[in-house]
Structures are given as C-alpha cells and as structure tokens.
C-alpha cells in the first residue's frame, strides 16, 4: 500500500535550518509529483511546492522562494524539504503530499517544527 | 493566485442531520478539455493528516462513506455530510488543482450540537 513516512519533530532556534525527509513506499516514487503543505497552529493548509521526482524540477511561491530548496534521492524514495533562516512563525506542522491527477491523494503523518529560542 | 473562500467558518450539527458546505473560487476550476472540475474535498480530524474525501468535485474516493457527496462546478460547490455521525467531526477542506499554486479554502469546522 502507498506510505509516505516522514521524520521525527524537531526544535530549532531562529536562524537556523531544517531538513524534513518523506520516504515513499508502496508505488513508483518517480511516477508523481510531491508538494510539500505547512499547517501553522490551529491554522489552515499553505502550499509550499512541489518537487518532481523523475527530473528534479521544483516549483514554490513566491513567499517561500529563496528559502526553501527541495530535492530527491531515487535510490531510496525519498523527498527533503529545506527551510533556511526559520523565525519564530514558521513553527508548523509540516507536510509532504502525493499528487495524483485527482489531487493530494497521499499524505504523510507531519513533522513538527518548532523555532524556539 | 485562485483564492478559495469557504462558509461557514464552523457549523454545530446534531447527530443524524444534515452538515453543508459550501466553497467558491475566484476563477473557474473547470477543465474544458476533459469537463472536470480539479476541486478536492479533504477532510482533516483532530491530530491527524488531511485525507482525501471527494476529487473532481463529486466523485467519492475509495472508502469513503455515501453520506458524503460533492456538488457543483466552475466557481461554485459544495459538500454535504448527510445523517452526521460523531466521527465525522473534523475540519473540511475544499482545494484547486486546476492552476498552479494550488490553493486550500481556510477550513469548515464540523462538530456536534
């Protein structure tokens, strides 16, 4: 069956960096698209983009370009999402999703990040 | 960008009635190519991932309960929640796939009257 696993939660300070990793299992991880979804607290779902496991191509909004860099390991079905110079508001539940041409079909469980100094 | 504007914000339902949803988008999501609408529903319970609920506006995905339907095309939808139950209690999400970036309404909470 189609699984994305992702890392464990994580605190960290203001400035710093973090790397959340989606292992997929269960479908040919090349085959679709991966978005990566930001859930602050008690807050609604933010698009952050989305990587293309076959090519590498990404693609992010404005808000988040310069900040975050998607890549992909093949050998091992797995997709990273890297956000740089965290502030205090990007604590959130983070997301990574399958795309399937009816939309989001496969979530991970999320990954909690908080910025704390 | 398509923006998403979900009513209400929350809605108190006793068990066995009827919950409605409604979600509007500021641009047709309607694909005329194939005449399908790229409209997901997803459903979001306390402490849990967002699951899939109903893709192209209507269409039910696999597993999920008949009391649940979609309706509505181009800008204009909705979701019913017939004969609620008490696990149905959760934050509903409308989104477009239609247009890049993909776009989530703000969220409809669910809970028992």
């Known amino acids: 069956q189609v699984q994305l696993v992702q890392s464990g939660a994580e605190v960290k300070k203001p400035g710093t960096s973090v790397k959340v990793s989606c292992q997929a299992s269960g479908y040919s991880f090349t085959g679709f698209y991966i978005h990566w979804v930001r859930q602050a607290p008690g807050q609604g779902l933010e698009w952050m983009g989305w990587i293309n ?62 910025v704390s100094p | 960008d398509t923006v998403m504007t979900q009513s209400p914000d929350s809605l108190a339902v006793s068990l066995g009635e009827r919950a409605t949803i409604n979600c509007k988008s500021s641009q047709s999501v309607l694909y005329s190519f194939n005449n399908k609408n790229y409209l997901a529903w997803y459903q979001q319970k306390p402490g849990q991932s967002p699951k899939l609920l109903i893709y192209w506006a209507s269409t039910r995905e696999s597993g999920v309960p008949d009391r649940f339907s979609g309706s509505g095309s181009g800008t204009d939808f909705t979701l019913t929640i017939s004969n609620l139950e008490a696990e149905d209690v959760a934050v509903y999400y409308c989104q477009q796939h239609y247009s890049t970036p993909p776009t989530f309404g703000q969220g409809t909470k669910v809970e028992i009257k």
């Not at chain 1, 539940?93 to 939309?103: D, L, M, P």
């Open chain 1, 53 to 114: 496991p076959d090519s590498g191509g990404t693609n992010f909004p404005p808000k988040f370009q310069g900040r975050v860099t998607m890549t992909r390991d093949t050998s091992s079905s797995t997709a990273y999402m890297e956000l740089s110079r965290l502030e205090f508001d990007d604590t959130a539940v983070f997301y990574c999703a399958r795309e399937h041409s009816t939309g989001f079909d496969f979530w991970g469980q999320g990954t909690l990040i908080t």
